[in-house]
């Protein structure tokens, strides 16, 4: 009998819950256990949903629900980022990891409450489930978070539920649920903070200005995506009239609003704080200055591989070897800028993101000049989980790396840096996408042979992945003296195996995945 590779998927997933509940042990790590349960069950019936047809919007096909994959992250996330505000004796971000935690299960919960409502005949045993996990969790919560904490998570269940009707409508195919409860709840998130941040800006004086540029970029996007996805359904894209249209808002909205915003949060002027920033010393513009080469090298990659298609090869999908090429580049960038400089990397991330998406709305929207090239130049590297309008994979690989970088808590680290496993979680995207994934894509495509029960993953590919991993901690070892491991050298072992298992056998994004579940196995 084939063993299900969801069920595989599943128990790792577990593992992992279970090893958060273990090095925590409280209240809302019990709460985890219980939302993993009832997780487990309500998957099943997302996934009938998807096969009959019968769920609410056009999820991305050829892939399971991934709802507990993907709804145990945020409160993951938030029990390990607790624990280390505890160490270090911050009570307010003590408080702000639990927020955290809670509104991931509010999201779970929510998700699979849509559905038990629409599956027919009702699932008894399953409501039966998720009605006791529901009941533990709210009874916590009533318990532990106080009146203006409820609200605020009731603000982003608010946001999450308008963002998922306008998103999952205007972008079919392009997620599975627990893809969209992942990426919209994180947005959901960010814009409820810079939200709160905005009406207290009289308190920010003191605040690191950095930490502003993603949440209004994303808010900024966010708003541009929905405006032209409405717009468009009325009028022509492809026009140089609707073109010029087009760039002439986005001029006016990064200008006229985003800028001031910044000014506002900041209390500085963006471009001359920027100036100085990049500026301020001269690794930052030796770092830049090799960026930029990596940039052209990563052009001339897409052009060479076009030019071979445009000369009548019949070979119309570059390889994954090709693709990897990329998750390379990616680790030359982030790997540097982790060593010598984070501010900096963090930074050139929010920048990237921006431009990504940018393109991404020019080539979906057709938009002139450069809307029908690009059109031409990325549908080379589609992938079968680019199966609706948008091309997300470049940004996924982008995000997976970055968000360690994002999510460190600078508040709840000491000045010598997180102490044991911690030291790595910075380097968590690098380790789970840049060097993991793509050594387990090549030597599996390449040399396997002994695939794992039910996946077209293979043993050799998941085995050199864990060595690498392992020889590519060595070499950060050596290269950043901020990494000091002591004795948890078995815990990053364990940690990089058993996401090395989830990558075998999920068939959601993993270049999302993997790197948040790394980071939440380093940060206990």
Same mark, same amino acid.
């Given at each position: &009998? ?13 593992? &992992? %819950? ?10 809302? @790590? ?37 709802? *507990? ?17 505890? +160490? %270090? ?8 990891? &639990? ?44 318990? !532990? ?34 893809? =969209? ?71 006016? $909205? ?32 030796? *770092? ?11 052009? +001339?990659?897409? &052009? ?49 993101? @921006? ?62 840096? *997180? ?12 380790? =789970?996408?840049?060097?993991?994934? !793509?050594?387990? @894509? ?25 060595? +690498?991993?392992?020889?590519?901690? /060595? ?9 000091? $491991?002591? =004795? ?10 058993? /996401? ?12 999302? *995945? ?11």
């Amino acid at each position: &009998m084939q063993l299900d590779p969801v069920l595989v998927e599943s128990a790792v997933v577990v593992s &992992m %819950v279970i090893c958060v509940h273990c090095a925590v042990w409280n209240q809302l @790590s019990w709460c985890c256990i219980a939302l993993a349960v009832q997780g487990f069950y309500v998957q099943h019936k997302w996934d009938r949903l998807i096969r009959t047809g019968a769920a609410v919007f056009q999820f991305r096909p050829s892939a399971n629900s991934g709802v *507990l994959p993907a709804s145990m992250v945020l409160p993951l996330l938030g029990l390990a980022l607790r624990g280390r505000c505890i +160490a %270090v004796g911050n009570v307010y971000m003590e408080r702000f990891a &639990m927020v955290i935690t809670v509104i991931g299960m509010m999201l779970a919960l929510f998700l699979s409450l849509i559905a038990l409502g629409i599956t027919r005949p009702v699932p008894t045993n399953t409501c039966v489930i998720a009605g006791i996990a529901g009941s533990a969790i709210l009874y916590t919560v009533k318990q !532990t978070l106080t009146v203006s904490e409820v609200i605020e998570v009731l603000e982003v269940l608010l946001i999450f539920v308008y963002l998922s009707l306008i998103l999952l409508y205007l972008l079919p195919r392009c997620f599975t649920p627990g893809e =969209a409860l992942l990426i919209l709840g994180g947005i959901s998130f960010i814009i409820k903070q810079l939200i709160k941040c905005s009406l207290a800006s009289s308190g920010n004086a003191n605040a690191d200005p950095l930490l502003y540029f993603l949440p209004v970029a994303v808010l900024g996007l966010v708003l541009l995506g929905i405006f032209f996805a409405l717009l468009f359904v009325f009028m022509e894209p492809e026009t140089w009239s609707a073109s010029l249209f087009f760039h002439t808002m986005t001029a006016v $909205l990064g200008l006229g609003l985003l800028v001031p915003w910044l000014s506002l949060l900041t209390q500085h002027h963006p471009i001359t704080w920027l100036m100085h920033f990049i500026t301020e010393t001269n690794t930052r513009l030796w *770092l830049i200055g090799f960026w930029a080469a990596l940039l052209l090298l990563a052009v +001339a990659v897409v &052009m060479h591989q076009n030019s071979h298609r445009s000369a009548g090869s019949k070979k119309h999908q570059a390889s994954t070897s090709v693709r990897k090429y990329f998750h390379l580049l990616t680790v030359l960038t982030f790997a540097p800028g982790l060593a010598l400089d984070r501010p900096l990397l963090h930074l050139a991330a929010v920048g990237c993101l @921006s431009v990504f998406l940018l393109l991404e709305f020019v080539r979906y929207f057709r938009i002139r000049p450069l809307g029908a090239p690009l059109r031409h130049l990325l549908t080379l590297f589609l992938d079968e989980r680019d199966s609706g309008p948008l091309i997300l994979t470049h940004i996924y690989l982008l995000l997976g790396v970055a968000l360690p970088v994002w999510l460190t808590p600078a508040s709840c680290t000491p000045n010598g840096g *997180l102490g044991g496993a911690g030291g790595l979680v910075p380097y968590a995207g690098v380790l =789970a996408v840049g060097v993991g994934d !793509t050594v387990a @894509s090549v030597f599996g495509s390449t040399v396997g042979e002994i695939r794992w029960p039910g996946t077209k993953k293979t043993f050799e590919g998941t085995a050199t992945s864990v060595f +690498a991993q392992i020889i590519a901690v /060595v070499v950060f070892l050596i290269a950043d003296s901020s990494i000091n $491991l002591n =004795a948890s050298y078995s815990w990053v072992v364990g940690s990089i195996t058993m /996401v090395a298992m989830l990558e075998a056998y999920t068939s959601q994004i993993d270049n999302l *995945l993997l790197p948040l579940y790394l980071y939440i196995l380093l940060l206990l």
